[in-house]
């Protein structure tokens, strides 16, 4: 099973700040997944990155994933009070569950 | 178009007694994944059912088992309840062959 470790655990920030959080794996990815999930609720889906060196945005976010897919980062450009939220990085091999990490939980301070 | 619905929202039950969740899918989607996520950490896959049969299993014992009818709604029943049980339960839906994946709000069990 593929282990994903997520950096940091926990971030605090003030608005308005810059931030990123990584999700890191001692195995190649097929496809890497970003959801923020919000106190109280299911995760939500963000992102899904399939290609080695792809970046995308969403908005101030910006994920890219590794060239070798074993790492994925997500930059957040000047933080809001609504970014607060756990995020979770989570792989897939072909037909089988989703793995996840142990998420980052974001905490931005107005 | 409702997404994918949990019930109850919150439960509270007693160390070995047992429970029962449930999960409506999305609209249109086939496939049922249930999900453990413990306080501090991220969710952990319990199973999978489609065509109404557990298709994929992750590392839990079998106090935990489930059910899925014709209309690709599912229940999650965890038997002899554990304090170490407590945790929310998230069910996911997808359509078998797709990669999209939906989450419920999830259930929040709190064993004492």
Same mark, same amino acid.
């Given at each position: 099973t593929q282990l994903l470790e997520q950096s940091p655990q926990f971030?605090?920030?003030?608005?308005?700040e810059n931030l990123t959080v990584y999700c890191n794996s001692s195995s190649v990815f097929s496809s890497l997944q970003w959801y923020r999930q919000e106190p109280g609720e299911g995760p939500v889906l963000l992102v899904t990155v399939v290609t080695g060196g792809e970046v995308k945005k969403l908005k101030r976010l910006t994920f890219q994933f590794g060239d070798a897919r074993k790492d994925s980062s997500l930059h957040i450009t000047a933080a809001q009070p609504g970014d607060t939220g756990l995020y979770l990085c989570a792989s897939r091999s072909g037909n089988t569950p989703l793995v996840f990490g142990k998420g980052t939980r974001l905490s931005v301070i107005a | 178009d409702a997404g994918v619905t949990q019930s109850p929202t919150h439960l509270i039950k007693t160390r070995g007694q047992q429970v029962?969740?449930?999960?409506?899918?999305?609209?249109?989607?086939?496939?049922?994944?249930? *999900?453990?996520?413990?306080?501090?950490?991220?969710?952990?896959?319990?199973?999978? *059912? *489609?065509?109404?049969?557990?298709?994929?299993?992750?590392?839990?014992?079998?106090?935990?088992?489930?059910?899925?009818?014709?209309? *690709?709604?599912?229940?999650?029943?965890v038997n002899?309840?554990?304090?170490?049980?407590?945790?929310?339960y998230l069910c996911a839906s997808s359509l078998v062959g797709t990669g999209n994946v939906f989450f419920g709000s999830g259930t929040r069990l709190t064993v004492v």
């Open positions: 971030l605090s920030i003030q608005e308005g | 029962t969740l449930r999960c409506s899918p999305k609209s249109g989607h086939d496939t049922v994944s249930w *999900y453990q996520q413990a306080l501090g950490q991220g969710p952990q896959f319990i199973f999978q *059912y *489609y065509e109404e049969e557990e298709r994929q299993r992750g590392n839990f014992p079998d106090r935990f088992s489930g059910h899925q009818f014709p209309n *690709y709604s599912s229940e999650l029943n002899a309840l554990l304090l170490g049980d407590s945790a929310l």
